[in-house]
């Protein structure tokens, strides 16, 4: 039987530059969106009031204000800047004028399927719109406040 060598180095599994710690401002931007979902998830329940599944909403929203405040906190201490991030090129010319239609295409798609979602459990389509253009605000917001000051991504 063969005798295998065993070493003392354990082996990389993983390229440190796609799989590492978030940054603190990603810590932030995770804070800020679990927290808002969380909220909503509790604005939800309440505007739901005497439906079953309500109380698994209200469930989902806590746990997500609990992750957002635990994200929150590990922002506050991670001070330390970390290397910067594998980038990866954006398309350019045609490529991205179709990447854009389509990318508009499909964010409005789904905003059109929550909106008939929410007309069914809310039998108001005004609430229904008032939801969704919240939701939709909420992540264009979030959309650019993730995506300026991309140089100066650590130095916060």
Same mark, same amino acid.
């Given at each position: 039987?063969?005798?295998?060598?065993?070493?003392? %180095?354990?082996?990389?599994?993983?390229?440190?530059?796609?799989?590492?710690?978030?940054?603190?401002? %990603? #810590?932030?931007?995770?804070?800020?969106? !679990?927290?808002?979902?969380?909220? !909503?998830?509790?604005? +939800?329940?309440?505007?739901?009031?005497?439906?079953?599944?309500?109380?698994?909403?209200?469930?989902?929203?806590?746990?997500?204000?609990? #992750? $957002?405040?635990? #994200?929150?906190?590990?922002?506050?201490?991670?001070?330390? /800047?970390?290397?910067?991030?594998?980038?990866?090129?954006?398309?350019?010319?045609? $490529?991205?004028? &179709?990447?854009?239609?389509?990318?508009?295409?499909?964010?409005?798609? &789904?905003?059109?399927?929550? &909106? !008939? +979602?929410?007309?069914?459990?809310? /039998? /108001?389509?005004?609430?229904?719109?008032?939801?969704?253009?919240? +939701?939709?605000?909420?992540?264009?917001?979030? $959309?650019?406040?993730? $995506?300026?000051? &991309? %140089?100066?991504?650590? %130095?916060?």
């Amino acid at each position: 039987m063969p005798v295998t060598q065993q070493h003392d %180095e354990p082996q990389e599994t993983s390229d440190p530059n796609w799989f590492r710690e978030p940054t603190r401002r %990603e #810590h932030w931007i995770a804070a800020g969106l !679990f927290v808002a979902f969380g909220l !909503f998830f509790a604005l +939800l329940f309440v505007v739901q009031r005497g439906w079953w599944f309500g109380w698994v909403v209200l469930a989902l929203g806590v746990i997500s204000i609990l #992750h $957002g405040t635990r #994200h929150a906190m590990d922002a506050m201490r991670n001070a330390k /800047s970390q290397p910067d991030s594998v980038e990866i090129p954006a398309a350019s010319g045609k $490529g991205r004028w &179709v990447s854009l239609i389509a990318y508009a295409m499909i964010f409005l798609l &789904v905003a059109g399927l929550f &909106v !008939f +979602l929410f007309i069914q459990f809310t /039998s /108001s389509w005004r609430l229904a719109l008032i939801l969704v253009a919240f +939701l939709v605000g909420y992540m264009l917001l979030m $959309g650019y406040l993730a $995506g300026r000051n &991309v %140089e100066g991504r650590d %130095e916060r």
